[in-house]
């Protein structure tokens, strides 16, 4: 990318695709926990999605955390600032460990009792309790991978991010059969070994990512890794912008975590058949997932280069390559749903059964692939609490919408899922109005 020219497709598509394969082989931990607990039984199935979101809500404090520290070394990258990126990286180190911990403890001791009350079911809540008690392990490497990867998106430099997914998405299908089902000597653990699995995953892939961090990037260029004493003030600096980005994703994924609630209302069954609709719903976001982090990255790139007129026609460019891409991959998917679905459970008329619902989000990612560069867009210009403002007013009437729709009127699950469109929709809205009206052209950072 020249000091005049807006990033070419090309020069987009190359730093979004390592993002995509990273998290096309960081998702095969998701789909492969889910296909083979859904040969465990529906309630081992229905627990992992209940869990599974409690942890990540969790774990989305530090990921937003990293995401302010990814926009604000894009923008030292864009400066030339590259000694001031060592520091955010290695201070964001210090902070991110504390929170692990804090995070640690609370799920180990307290998440049985935050959890009793919210499920209904007696079989799905150890079951939930069961996962967590050996998920909670990771997070701590897990917040190392959360660092590297701010770093390496913020430098624009996302080609490790693919080899580092592959070594931790292998990992966790070894460990995944050996641990679920008793396998290669390993004790049959069921959800417990998937938890456990995930765990270690993430353990090997953290030991990856820093050794190579050392032995490939010029740390003197970047100042990286010095750890020298802890510095308030540049992690303040960070959380001036990262704790609306904190918020927004803990919100975000806590609103997905009190919809798979509702869903738990219904029925064991709908459950079940959320979560296989989760699990390939977050597949397929895959690439809009990368061409947001690559939006974000380049318009936080292009505003510390003071190209600030070049921020909408970035946002216009990654946009057309997302839904290019995303459109590609519904029209396929909707070909062969009960393919797909058959990934994730043996059981024929689950997948019969589950088959309305995919069709509804296949729809609802062509509304996505617009709403989350537009979104990104406004979180690379550092305007997060703009951004954390239109989603917790998108969420809030998300949910509504999706309660009225469940417990009210007791619709199908497949029409539960329509609040998608809502969400989505109005995402994409509030974002556009916000970026058309030029406010976000005066933030410093």
């Not at 990258?77 to 609370?106: A, C, P, Q, R, W």
């Not at 080609?159 to 059969?177: P, Q």
Request: glycine share 8%.
């Amino acid at each position: 990318m020249t000091s005049k020219s807006i990033p070419s497709y090309r020069r987009i598509w190359e730093i979004s695709l390592p993002i995509i394969l990273s998290l096309v082989a960081q998702n095969v931990v998701n789909v492969t926990d889910t296909a083979f607990l859904g040969r465990v039984g529906e309630v081992e199935l229905g627990a992992s999605a209940i869990a599974g979101l409690f942890y990540i809500s969790l774990f989305m404090l530090g990921f937003g955390f990293g995401i302010g520290g990814q926009i604000l070394i894009a923008r030292r990258n864009g400066e030339k600032n590259y000694h001031e990126i060592g520091k955010i990286t290695d201070n964001s180190l210090y902070f991110l460990m504390g929170m692990g911990l804090v995070l640690f403890l609370l799920i180990k001791f307290f998440s049985p009792a935050m959890l009793r009350p919210l499920i209904s079911s007696d079989a799905v809540y150890q079951a939930s309790v069961d996962f967590l008690q050996y998920r909670i392990y990771g997070i701590f490497f897990a917040f190392g991978n959360v660092l590297l990867r701010a770093f390496y998106i913020g430098t624009t430099s996302t080609r490790v991010l693919t080899y580092n997914a592959l070594i931790m998405a292998g990992t966790n299908v070894v460990l995944d059969y050996g641990l679920i089902f008793g396998h290669f000597g390993l004790p049959e653990m069921g959800i417990k070994g998937a938890a456990l699995a995930s765990a270690i995953a993430e353990g090997i892939s953290a030991i990856y990512f820093f050794s190579y961090t050392v032995k490939m990037v010029d740390l003197k260029k970047y100042n990286l890794f010095r750890f020298d004493d802890f510095d308030w003030k540049v992690v303040r600096k960070t959380l001036d912008i990262s704790i609306f980005v904190m918020l927004q994703y803990f919100i975000s994924l806590a609103a997905w975590f009190i919809f798979f609630m509702i869903i738990e209302k219904i029925g064991e069954r709908q459950l079940a058949i959320s979560n296989i609709i989760r699990s390939a719903y977050i597949v397929l976001m895959i690439p809009i997932f990368a061409f947001g982090s690559t939006a974000s990255s380049l318009v936080s790139n292009v505003i510390g280069q003071g190209r600030i007129d070049q921020v909408i026609p970035v946002i216009k460019k990654v946009s057309l390559l997302n839904f290019m891409l995303v459109g590609s991959i519904v029209v396929i998917s909707a070909l062969i749903p009960s393919l797909l679905i058959s990934v994730y459970t043996s059981d024929q008329e689950l997948v019969r059964q589950t088959v309305p619902s995919f069709y509804v989000i296949m729809s609802a990612l062509l509304l996505f692939s617009f709403s989350s560069i537009l979104f990104n867009g406004v979180s690379g210009t550092a305007n997060t609490a703009t951004a954390l403002t239109i989603e917790v007013v998108t969420i809030a009437v998300y949910l509504l919408v999706a309660y009225y729709l469940a417990v009210y009127l007791k619709l199908s699950i497949e029409l539960v899922w329509m609040s998608e469109y809502v969400y989505f929709l109005m995402l994409g809205l509030l974002s556009y109005l916000y970026l058309k009206s030029g406010k976000w052209r005066k933030k410093q950072v």
